[in-house]
């Protein structure tokens, strides 16, 4: 092995040229091959101690570093996982994709993000995914059967957050028992004229909410429900209160399927409508998003368990990226009933 | 050139080892090189149309699709954009961070997202970014000096949002100017007795509008002002609110840095304080953050142009990316006093 030459003479012509060292740069300024710089580099790869040791020497001199695409190529595994979050203006959403991301920053691995402004753009973003080499994806957007299939074409493990398909494992919070449980409070308490405030019928979750909701009104003989369909956001809640309050003249309850609707609702009710929050009518949501529990709203929600949601599927994830055959598994997490001071609940069995 | 065999043997070869087609596969199906196949998939590379077509053909029935990460490695460029965020829990930042990525991905630039927890973490995570090869980096979370002297050691530009240094360009919110308004506006209106909640001592923009703040107020002759720390939340708003009342038994304003902290202010003012707003205490924050809009809060503040200060970031950061020699540039937005109901202000002068 010759010894290596001088390296400042070799080193500025690299600077000079204007870009980044290679491991081409190592290889010819320590006299070895390409290849065995690599091997340096790259796990489990064999190579004799000393000349690890002038690959490093090197290295280090010329300011060389592996890069993380190249090991990409070598180990197949990026260390990056795709998020796919739908940006409809729910005040949970920030949370759960911070969340996320945290999770996943802890064990080093890198979140490359996709924000959908409607959960119908899907299709635009798969193709990029497939481009980008991720070792997996979790998508808190919906995903239609055949978009769940692509991925197992593509070999690309997929855990589906708060949407569910029978093909692809999944986190959820349990919208059903969660909403259930919150409108047989209500009804325990007296409410029989109710309001209910929707989501976009395309969203997986409100819809299943919506569902619950009038599924438990109708088996205690409660069928005509005014209902008024809005977008997630605190000023379509805002909008819904006032035309339930046109269509119904007096209601008991308003149901909203998300806290951020339900915050429009209780403002409405309570600066415009002139009324008295839960003496006149009773305002629920569903999220137990931080600011629903700001003093001036102190929503009765159900809260999702966001922690261990996220956890869960982090984990469940980086399981389908170490072992592919890994069979799907659908986690279903209780939400946690928070009694606020926003509606009149049924006494609370301790 | 051999004619290309019949596919179907070695598909299934392909598949049944389980993993995805290779350009090495493409290459020998083809009979043609492994760096023609290259070749053809790449920007520019001359290849023969014949060859073309048929490395196309193969492609297409074995499911081949170029790498992501082979590519970025032949056109140096990834399309990929590192974000770094710092979560302090500021109301703004989800807002920010979904901006960023909805004008990234409009042109067609992924973002990887670095979640700080605290904005002392940037260390840790530019190893990261050197390794990941991204083609430029936007950072929301303060920089020294040295740590941006690193950009331009890696050659990777650099855009700062919201923070700034003399070495790299920035986009920001004329903090000093916005809250300089705002607090002439309060003393117009007659307000004498001020209390300030601040943000975190690290925290460039906190830091900002508070010595602006102070020193209005110091040239109107008031200096003895009573100051709490809080850390941007709305907890820290209204624990702080509670205690400038104990230290100073009455006040005619608080001035919050930011509007999570005015907001959590003006529930403790309100519900525990019992005070009105603005009749006994005028209440002002700072963001124009969504839910200072909401009418339980109608806060009076400061807006930042998000829509134009993202837009402007995105546009300065390609520039860098496309020419290296651009000279750093500092791009300073005036923000728009918002006049809500929280606080009585001088009259406006139209």
Request: one cysteine or more; proline letters at 4%; charged letters at 25%.
């Amino acid at each position: 092995m010759p010894k290596p030459k001088t390296t400042k003479k070799l080193t500025s012509n690299v600077m000079e040229k204007g870009r980044r060292p290679t491991s081409y740069d190592v290889a010819r300024i320590a006299g070895v091959s390409q290849s065995a710089v690599s091997r340096c580099f790259a796990a489990n790869a064999s190579i004799a101690p000393a000349k690890r040791e002038l690959i490093l020497k090197v290295a280090a001199e010329i300011g060389y570093k592996p890069n993380a695409l190249a090991q990409a190529l070598i180990s197949k595994r990026t260390n990056i996982v795709a998020l796919i979050i739908s940006a409809q203006t729910n005040l949970y959403y920030p949370e759960v994709l911070a969340e996320l991301s945290t999770r996943l920053n802890e064990r080093d691995i890198r979140v490359l993000l996709f924000a959908l402004s409607a959960e119908s753009d899907v299709d635009d973003v798969l193709d990029q995914i497939w481009r980008h080499s991720v070792d997996g994806v979790i998508s808190a957007a919906r995903l239609s059967a055949a978009q769940v299939a692509l991925f197992a074409e593509h070999r690309v493990p997929l855990v589906l957050y708060n949407r569910v398909a029978t093909a692809a494992p999944s986190v959820r919070c349990d919208s059903i028992s969660g909403e259930r449980d919150l409108v047989e409070q209500l009804l325990a308490a007296g409410h029989r004229r109710f309001g209910l405030i929707a989501g976009p019928r395309d969203n997986y979750v409100g819809e299943e909410r919506r569902m619950a909701a009038l599924s438990t009104l109708s088996q205690s003989g409660i069928d005509d429900v005014a209902e008024i369909k809005g977008d997630f956001s605190y000023r379509s809640g805002h909008a819904a209160m006032h035309e339930l309050m046109q269509q119904s003249g007096k209601l008991d309850a308003v149901i909203a399927v998300n806290d951020l609707m339900a915050i429009g609702a209780m403002d409405a009710a309570r600066l415009d409508l002139r009324l008295d929050i839960p003496k006149d009518i009773s305002i629920v949501g569903f999220d137990g998003a931080g600011p629903a529990q700001w003093g001036s709203y102190d929503l009765t929600s159900v809260r999702q368990p966001v922690r261990r949601m996220t956890d869960a599927a982090v984990s469940m994830l980086i399981e389908r990226i170490e072992d592919g055959s890994a069979p799907p598994e659908q986690r279903l997490f209780a939400g946690e009933l928070l009694r606020g001071s926003s509606a009149r609940l049924g006494v609370e069995i301790v």
